[in-house]
């Protein structure tokens, strides 16, 4: 495995973005927002669909540049023109779809694009004995036991097929990785396998950037939290400043579900099972 010193919040941080924002002609999707991500911490980015997560991914990523503020990379300001600029800095970033061929084995996918070979000339192929063991001995030191590496990726479950994307990032060097919703789509137990898997990624010394619309996933794993709504920042704030019920309040916007209750309690009255759930959630 790549040994990556796990150096926490002791040094600056490795991606810093200032006041970022970005523009399409008329349209702000993103507008000032602040936050950073330091080696051997989880920095937990929360908002509902629409909030700008997606676009805040793609600018780190390198796939968008922003059009305002600044992203710094190791205290230098940086502009990435595209994702291949970003990974050479050690940003690698696990999208939610996951760049996976199904029906080839663990082993091809975990080197796909980066395949190593042998022989020379006319006799160059790929080394398909280290990939094997190389593969299989990555995923066990990520503690993922997997019966045979030969079997397609497409035969693994959801939270599997993520824990093999975190160990190649991992094997291939990045100090930065960012998860787009991971378990978004699955249910308890692989989603608690996939946050077991982001704190060993955490204390490999990899700076994680976690996106998640789930609370409940983000608290337990993360050391900050920057909370997004409609394309701004509303909150970034250390564990210790923030508790549970705290985050969950603010990404369900109380004021919102206030205001919604009063309203459905004029057009429906308040004996309306509706509006009682609703003012029952505001209460909580």
């Not at 080696?39 to 669909?49: F, P, S, W």
């Not at 997606?54 to 503020?69: E, F």
């Not at 029906?103 to 790929?126: A, D, H, I, Q, Y």
Request: charged share 25%; with cysteine; proline share 4%.
């Amino acid at each position: 495995m790549t040994e990556i010193q796990a150096t926490g919040s002791t040094t600056g941080p490795i991606v810093e973005v200032r006041g970022i924002g970005k523009r399409f002609g008329n349209i702000i999707a993103l507008s000032d927002v602040t936050t950073e991500v330091r080696a051997g911490e989880v920095t937990c980015v929360l908002g509902d669909n629409g909030a700008g997560k997606s676009t805040l991914i793609k600018i780190l990523a390198g796939a968008h540049a922003h059009t305002d503020g600044e992203l710094l990379i190791d205290g230098q300001v940086t502009t990435f023109g595209s994702p291949r600029e970003a990974l050479t800095a050690g940003i690698a970033t696990v999208y939610q779809d996951l760049a996976v061929v199904p029906l080839m084995p663990v082993w091809r996918n975990f080197f796909l694009g980066s395949e190593p070979t042998k022989g020379r000339g006319p006799f160059k192929r790929m080394d398909i004995g280290f990939m094997k063991k190389t593969s299989k001995e990555e995923l066990a030191a990520m503690g993922i036991d997997l019966r045979d590496v030969d079997q397609p990726i497409g035969t693994l479950s959801g939270g599997e097929r993520q824990c093999v994307a975190i160990a190649r990032a991992v094997y291939f060097g990045a100090r930065v990785l960012i998860l787009d919703e991971p378990t978004a789509s699955l249910g308890v137990k692989q989603s608690g396998v996939v946050l077991k898997y982001i704190v060993k990624a955490r204390d490999c010394g990899l700076g994680v950037v976690f996106i998640t619309h789930n609370p409940h996933h983000a608290f337990p794993v993360g050391d900050r939290f920057m909370l997004l709504r409609r394309g701004k920042s509303i909150g970034n704030f250390p564990k210790s400043e923030m508790t549970m019920e705290e985050l969950t309040s603010l990404m369900a916007g109380s004021a919102e579900l206030e205001t919604l209750s009063q309203e459905l309690e004029r057009s429906l009255g308040p004996d309306s099972e509706l509006a009682k759930k609703i003012e029952a959630e505001v209460e909580a």
